[in-house]
């Protein structure tokens, strides 16, 4: 239904501007109508997705398995971003653009915090991630809308960040769910001590997702919190605060379900830790993680 009305707004968009008579070359230099930028705003939404066309994201994340979740995460969240970049900046005059940032801005802000409350309370831990990534996507998009050289750049980062660390974070409840049939975050605990290979993984993925430092997530926030700062600081505490709830809900999972005492819920359950196949793509995942992070830290101190 969601990609339905989205596609409309898509197609209604090149009605009008097909309507206009307007050539492909034509499109770096002329500047739409405002109606127009509501209908690719919308699609694009939908498709972030960014507060209120998010509802589809976390029933989408529960229903799907854990490879279909891993490529509406790593990718496909991601072409809302990247339709915004280089469709909707490009497309019109940066008076319309103005003309909308505050609608924008307080949608964006709107996903932080509800995204980072609603992670707060899930036990589902699949919805966890699925909230999770509705907040960070809202931050990614503060960053576009920002209009600020360090925000876009932030935001693009940002969100290649979100799709190695929210695919590896699916991975590894896949993992999890084959081994428990549960994704309950109360079926957990003390997997620190059974299961170290994951937990290891689990830890520092969340970490990632949350923007430690020496991660790839710690960069692209500081540059949009620095977009924020300079184009928009009269919400920068809100901005704070909702980074802040969803650092609390990943560090209250972590707590849940790596340390205490061990416990089986279910008589199929397995202790079994990762195999082969399983730590080579969490590796993998892992390599470039910490690359980009530390690639990020160092060309920005040798830029400086």
């Given at each position: ?161 979100h799709g190695l660390t929210s695919s590896a974070l699916f991975f590894l409840i896949g993992v999890l ?128």
């Amino acid at each position: 239904m969601f990609t339905v009305y989205g596609s409309v707004a898509v197609l209604l968009f090149l009605v009008n501007l097909y309507g206009a008579a307007l050539s492909y070359l034509d499109l770096d230099y002329v500047g739409l109508d405002k109606n127009m930028w509501i209908l690719l705003f919308v699609a694009f939404c939908v498709k972030a997705p960014l507060f209120p066309f998010h509802v589809w994201l976390p029933f989408a994340h529960v229903e799907a398995s854990t490879g279909a979740s891993i490529i509406l995460a790593a990718i496909m969240l991601k072409l809302g971003g990247y339709g915004i970049i280089k469709f909707m900046l490009p497309l019109f005059f940066f008076e319309t653009h103005l003309f909308f940032k505050p609608f924008a801005v307080f949608l964006c802000l709107i996903s932080i915090v509800y995204g980072g409350y609603c992670s707060l309370r899930q036990l589902d831990l699949k919805r966890q991630v699925a909230f999770s990534s509705i907040a960070h996507m809202g931050f990614a998009l503060l960053g576009i809308f920002s209009f600020t050289e360090v925000g876009i750049k932030g935001s693009i980062y940002l969100m290649i960040s979100h799709g190695l660390t929210s695919s590896a974070l699916f991975f590894l409840i896949g993992v999890l769910s084959d081994r428990f049939h549960t994704r309950s975050v109360l079926a957990f605990s003390g997997l620190f001590t059974v299961m170290p290979s994951f937990s290891f993984f689990l830890l520092v993925f969340s970490l990632a997702n949350i923007g430690f430092p020496g991660t790839s997530g710690f960069l692209p926030e500081f540059f949009v919190l620095i977009a924020v700062l300079k184009s928009i600081p009269s919400i920068l505490l809100f901005v704070l605060f909702g980074m802040f709830v969803l650092t609390a809900s990943s560090l209250l999972v972590i707590l849940r379900v790596l340390f205490g005492h061990a416990k089986i819920f279910f008589v199929r359950s397995s202790w079994i830790d990762l195999l082969f196949h399983e730590f080579f793509v969490l590796a993998v995942l892992l390599f470039w993680v910490i690359h980009l992070g530390l690639f990020d830290f160092f060309s920005v101190n040798i830029h400086h």
